[in-house]
């Protein structure tokens, strides 16, 4: 948890640094308005700014301690915890994973090779695509629900989503494919090492995120990124998978619940 407390700190440091520049901004937006009425909208404008990044660094704070009390409680009662690192990213699932690829990026990752578990309606795949030109996708969701009869109106809708995504992604074809197939399906054709970072958010019921963290991982090269979606209390499958599977191992936590960690990386 050493981790987390160190984000804390660095985050309380920023906030009390960005509180001072309001001060600051207020001052220079009255004398942009006072010499001239034309840059009224200047003024305004330095205005909303300063207001919206000490309002986004209070939400982050209120995150960070929320998560603190949340994973100590859970340590506490799965007898032990992963090492967990809060991440200083700041905002959706998409804008989260779009960061991690930039990191890649930064690294000399050129062309990121990605693949997501459970694509639902492409929300971050057409994200992702569209951020990065060079980016290669694979998509796999079965589109189905086991909890459900076949020809059921659940898995009717199913079916009508996928079309709809295959349409879409039709727009990305020369680096981009849908596989309309289940998890255990896609583990038979896809080659392991093959994928800078996967992402699975797919059946978040426990034994199927345990499975499919403890598979999927092989998919991943060295160093690459292996992460999911909602780690939260709202969700005890993905918490429990993660717990187990991660004890006294590092896991870094974002905003929006996403989990991730450095595959091969500190696993031994």
């Known amino acids: 948890m050493d981790g987390s407390r160190s984000t804390l700190i660095q985050h309380l440091w920023r906030l009390r640094s960005d ?28 205005l909303l700014h300063a207001v919206g990044l000490v309002a986004q660094r209070l939400h982050f704070l209120t995150w960070q301690i929320e998560m603190q009390a949340w994973l100590q409680k859970s340590s506490a009662e799965y007898d032990g915890s992963p090492n967990f690192n809060l991440d200083t990213a700041y905002g959706t699932r998409r804008e989260v994973v779009e960061l991690l690829l930039r990191r890649m990026e930064r690294s000399g990752v050129e062309r990121p090779a990605v693949l997501e578990l459970g694509v639902y309606e492409g929300e971050l795949a057409f994200h992702l695509l569209r951020a990065f030109p060079n980016m290669s996708y694979v998509g796999v969701d079965a589109y189905f ?4 009869a076949p020809g059921s109106p659940q898995n009717q809708l199913f079916e009508l989503v996928h079309q709809h995504v295959a349409k879409r992604m039709e727009d990305y074809q020369d680096r981009a494919i849908l596989l309309k197939l289940s998890s255990e399906e896609a583990l038979k054709i896809v080659p392991k090492g093959a994928f800078d970072l996967i992402f699975i958010d797919a059946d978040h019921r426990y034994q199927h995120v345990k499975h499919d963290l403890e ?29 187990e599977l991660r004890k006294s191992k590092p896991v870094n936590l974002g905003m929006s619940s996403v989990f991730y960690w450095y595959v091969g990386v500190d696993d031994d």
Request: cysteine-free; aromatic content about 10%.
């Open 215 to 243: 598979h999927w991982s092989e998919k991943v090269r060295p160093q690459g990124i292996l992460a999911g979606h909602d780690f939260s209390p709202e969700w005890p499958g993905p918490v429990q998978a993660v717990f």
């Open 145 to 148: 629900n086991d909890e459900f």
């Open 19 to 46: 509180l001072s520049r309001p001060q600051q901004d207020i001052s220079v937006a009255a004398q942009l308005a006072s010499r001239d009425a034309s840059l009224f909208g200047s003024a305004a404008e330095i």
